[in-house]
């Protein structure tokens, strides 16, 4: 098993910055894609970027591309987000996700493992 945990989440204003850490523990494997979700009230959980364990290939959901960075370190198994000029559009309880295997997780239901969830909330 793997468990995925969250931080780094909060209160900002539009135009501020936030980054996301993502730990991983209790992995059964370890080469593995990772990425980020997102889901606001009453929508679906959608893609914002996910990139490989070596950090080779990296993919952004069009509205985040920009403005975001996902990065990761495998020494410390963690990965990041870093979001930028960030926007009310933004707003989202914000999920890490992994995927066994080189292809990165950019569906729902191609992602093996989740964390809970952090919230992310910019106000006007």
């Known amino acids: 098993q793997v468990q995925l945990v969250e931080s780094g989440g909060g209160l900002v204003q539009a135009g501020g910055s936030l980054r996301l850490s993502c730990a991983a523990s209790?992995?059964?494997?370890?080469?593995?894609?990772m990425g980020w979700f997102r889901q606001a009230p009453g929508k679906e959980r959608e893609f914002v970027a996910a990139?490989?364990?070596?950090?080779?290939?990296?993919y952004y959901a069009d509205s985040v591309k920009g403005r975001f960075t996902i990065s990761r370190d495998n020494a410390k198994n963690t990965v990041y987000l870093q979001m930028n000029r960030l926007q009310p559009e933004d707003t989202a309880v914000y999920y890490c996700?992994?995927?066994?295997?080189?292809?990165?997780?950019?569906?729902?239901?191609?992602?093996?493992?989740w964390g809970q969830g952090t919230q992310v909330t910019v106000s006007s």
């Open positions: 996700a992994a995927r066994r295997g080189s292809k990165l997780p950019r569906e729902t239901h191609e992602t093996d493992y």
């Open positions: 209790g992995r059964t494997f370890s080469s593995y894609a």
């Open positions: 990139i490989s364990w070596g950090g080779g290939s990296i």
